[in-house]
């Protein structure tokens, strides 16, 4: 995404805490959590009586949001914006790159207490196998953990800026039949390396689980494709 402040890859872009009332965190937050989704129409008025604030921090919002390209232009209206292949594939190459970083670190970082958490989220989110939707939340907060568990704030930071692009995507790869099951053994695989303090072998997991990812969405979009035609 352009950065034309030269500031903004290095801040850290959480969603609101509770009584935060700052338009352009509640914004994204919403579009993080698919209240917009890709294609949807975002109207000053209607955000304003929603969040409760005035329309100048609403447009200011929206067009620090179209600056980072979370939000385009249709007409004289902003939508959100969607990804087409190209930056799809660009996408998951930067993350398969920092997340397998991520894994490397973490598993020179973690404490054992971190393993701990992520030993037991892999084990809860078996439950959620036949759900996709709630498997995929619970799927970023796993990558999340993993993140943090790898003890470097500014790859933390950048990561958090991949998965807003990650929003963009209509669909998550773990709808696709199998992939839940599927994803679910390969979180427990980069568990196991990072409690072995695999640099390598954790490097590698979390690599292949993304690429495996990228797979199965390339699948889903060349399906729906063939419907649509």
Known sequence: MPDTTGREQLMPMTGPKPGNTDAYSMILDAIDGGTYRPGDRLVESELAERFSVSRTPIREALQRLETQSLLARQGRS????????????????????????????????????????LREMVEADDALIEQPHALSRSNRRFHKQVHLASHNRYLVQQLDLVYRSMALMATTSLAAEGRGEIAQAEHAKIVAMIEARDEDGADAALREHISVAFVTRLKQEAARLEREG
Do not use: F, K, P
């Open 78 to 117: 902003l939508i959100v914006a969607s990804l087409d292949h190209n930056q799809t594939a660009e996408l998951y190459v930067v993350r398969g790159e920092l997340e397998g970083l991520a894994a490397r670190l973490a598993a020179r970082h973690a404490t054992a207490e971190e393993v701990r958490v």
